[in-house]
């Protein structure tokens, strides 16, 4: 057969950046936990009717069909290609067997049959935490869900995740007082800005939307308007600009923002070009990017979406609002840049040595000994010379050799493969460093500018 | 819209459930690991190609196609149906950064298009260990594999797995002594003996493969051969039968039942009938059922595979050998019969009561103070009555609830929801029980028979 390539678009990590990536995972659980949320896990697939009920059509979304199906035989399923709709449709359909208000959380794969480019994966990660309600979910939670997104990044062996938080009350509320009846159509082309630029961005909103050389001008001064606290809010009045709805919306911003002023200074941004393109969002969304690392796009989002699960299912209002950090892009960049990893290639601490085939029953206890006790380890597979059994464990990266009855001492000996060391060990007591009997995660230096 | 069912085959678990799931999977990992297994993740699908290429016809795989595709655009992915054929293509794909003999070990799920049955899933969840070796792989692989298999299951809150033990070789080499020429063929009927009874293997023998009645009868005595230690290849060898395939088969069958012996008593057993029907199994073979639960089929399996990855890319030989627990049939199996739980549906230990709004704050800190201390907790979402709040705690089985600066007492005080005990505390310092800290697996009594 031909020679195996990676599939574009479907990242696999060797096993070092596996654990890597499961103690990511770990610590992003942790934090969720901490804050009382519940994993839950939704299968692979919905139906397409619940993919489409947004007519989200800017997704690419892969279909299912069984290789036997008979003639006929319908394709009703697709992948999932986020974990919120999925949510909204496990909540809707498990109501009355739910505790609300729903806190919880979900950390597994989407996919999308997008174009793959850097960052942008066909089969990612992600990890999310959603809150959702019944009728109602008090601003109260706006502002924890921010403290939990920062939180949550900030806890991770990761450069730092600056969050940028915007309204989408505000930008409605403002095209309305501007005039503007198709707000949707509005955001799509401002949240164009960063790709596009300003003139771009005001020539689609006239010729397109027939806004006026004003109208448009507003909506760019607005878009320009960053701020690290609540005062934020008053560079917006500024604009002149009148509206119940954004008046809402601006309520909505500073009460997030006095609520993460405790935070490191400019750790979390109002930033009021962030619209988060066609997604459910209807009031607070985010957008968080890794320092040093922008231009990869946002490593995390998430926001307040009040009318999701009631478009597939619910009845009522089921308004909710959550994050989600984008465990694959920020892998993806990291490890290609050699800025993560871990400091071995193996759960191993001990490589016990096979002094000959006639002896693996002694190699083979030490090795029980040492795993009873919770020390990870495995036995050489062959009874090769003792520097050719170091080297694969140096290979590995595994911190310890253990030699059984060693020649001519007949005592154990253990030796530390990094500093050459070796001394006798007791298997029924030895114990190694806490930094040693568990794989470390190694951050490297960023590139010098 | 519509009322939301689940869908058929894709099982999905209620918080409790997910959080008992998580524990069983971090528990199938640490065993992995103390074994010196490194995790590895592989992408959901595969090329069909790789997917088929041991003709594997009996499996139904689901194919994926993009929404969007253009005319003309091929499906050539499809999702993968077990986790040792994506590994053997992970081994041939890196091969250059890999240190052999590579032990890894991959919780994930897979996906079949099967009707759905109990037990029987479309997506499930598998934890695999496999050991892929250059060229070689030595029979005490077989030994330590049957170990890990037994421990791996023992380790979890579930009935005691009893581990069944075949080896290919013997049935190729009795069959060839026998002078039946084609063995797949021959172990495809005696594999169903279990479904369709002794007198219908003995005919489809005769009719489909023109074996005498003698033989016929004989391949039934081995297929009725069962032994728990290595005295069991006696009896095999009473039947007559002489073969070099069959003497090595019996070997490499003593060989492990030795290397088992100090397991409890019929912990493992060497079972004749076990063939793990189509697949690319070639010596040692697993099955494994929970007792009490063996209706249901085998929990778990795996087994030796000398050509595999060299089918599917590899250079030169690479032999492997693996286990694989099956984790969602054991968990549906247990959920069903409500025999395996959490004893509470939330990780928060705490629930930090609300007094009032304009108090929010208090809780707050309160929340951020036992969080800084690893208490997992959360705050009431709104000041309700506290009975309320407390039944609120009751229904989520959360033990503790957290009244800050209590009222009349102006210090903080906690309830114990079980006892209704409650007592000053302080944020700062209290700590639960470990029992309290995490949420607990419950088992639950088997039904009296």
Redesign the interface.
């Known amino acids: ?7 574009k678009g ?7 950046q ?2 890597a ?2 103690q990511i995972i770990d610590r992003l659980r942790r934090t969720f ?13 919905e ?3 619940y993919l489409l ?1 947004k007519g989200e059509t800017d997704k ?9 199906a008979t003639e006929g035989e319908e ?1 009703t ?3 999932h290609f986020d974990l919120t709709i999925p949510f909204a ?2 909540v ?3 109501r009355g ?3 609300f ?1 729903i ?2 959380y979900q950390i597994q ?1 989407a ?1 999308r ?1 997008e174009r793959p480019q850097e960052g942008r994966y066909r ?1 990612f990660y992600q990890a999310d935490a959603d809150v959702i ?1 019944e009728n109602e979910l ?1 601003l ?1 939670h706006d502002a ?1 869900m921010t403290l939990l997104l920062h939180e949550a990044t900030w806890a991770l062996p990761i450069p730092r995740v600056i969050v940028r938080v915007n309204n989408r009350k505000i930008l409605e509320g403002f095209y309305r007082a501007l005039g503007i009846e198709d707000y949707p159509a509005t955001l799509r082309i401002v949240d164009k800005l960063d790709k596009i630029g300003a003139a771009e961005v005001r020539r689609l909103l006239m010729e397109q939307l027939h806004v006026s050389a004003e109208s448009a001008d507003k909506c760019l001064a607005l878009a320009e308007i960053r701020g690290t606290n609540s005062s934020v809010v008053n560079d917006i009045r500024a604009l002149g600009m009148k509206h119940e709805i954004l008046d809402q919306g601006l309520d909505e911003l500073a009460y997030v923002m006095d609520a993460v002023r405790d935070l490191p200074p400019a750790s979390v941004v109002a930033d009021l070009h962030i619209a988060r393109g066609l997604d459910y969002y209807t009031g607070t969304v985010y957008e968080g990017v890794m320092e040093g690392h922008e231009h990869i796009g946002s490593v995390c989002s998430g926001g307040r979406y009040d009318n999701l699960a009631a ?3 619910g009845s009522g209002k089921l308004p909710g609002i959550g994050v989600s950090v984008g465990v694959s892009r920020i892998l993806g960049r990291l490890f290609g840049e050699k800025l993560l990893g871990a400091n071995r ?4 601490c001990v490589l016990v040595a096979l002094t000959s085939d006639e002896t ?1 029953g002694e190699s ?1 206890k030490v090795a029980r000994l040492l ?1 009873s006790r ?6 050489h ?2 009874a090769a010379p003792f520097g050719k059994q170091i080297r ?1 464990a140096e ?2 990266r595994i911190p310890f050799v253990w030699f059984p009855h060693a020649e001519g001492t007949g005592v154990h000996e253990l030796r530390d493969i990094r500093t050459g060391s070796q001394g006798p060990a007791d298997p029924n007591s030895w114990m190694p460093d806490a930094s040693d009997l568990t794989v470390q995660i190694e951050r490297g230096e960023p590139a010098p500018v």
């Not at 479907?10 to 070092?16: A, G, I, R």
């Not at 290639?345 to 191993?348: C, G, H, R, T, V």
């Open positions: 057969m031909a020679k195996i390539t990676p599939l479907f990242p696999e990590w060797l096993p070092d596996r654990m990536e499961l936990e901490l804050y009382g949320f519940a994993p839950i896990e939704t299968r692979a697939v139906p397409l009717d009920a690419e979304i892969y279909v299912l069909r069984r290789l036997h394709s399923l697709g992948l449709r496990f809707a359909q498990n067997q739910l505790t208000p806190r919880r794969k996919w049959g089969e309600a008090g109260h924890e478009s597939i299912g290639s193996s759960p191993a693996r083979a795993r919770g020390i990870p380890c495995e036995v597979d062959k694969y290979r590995k």
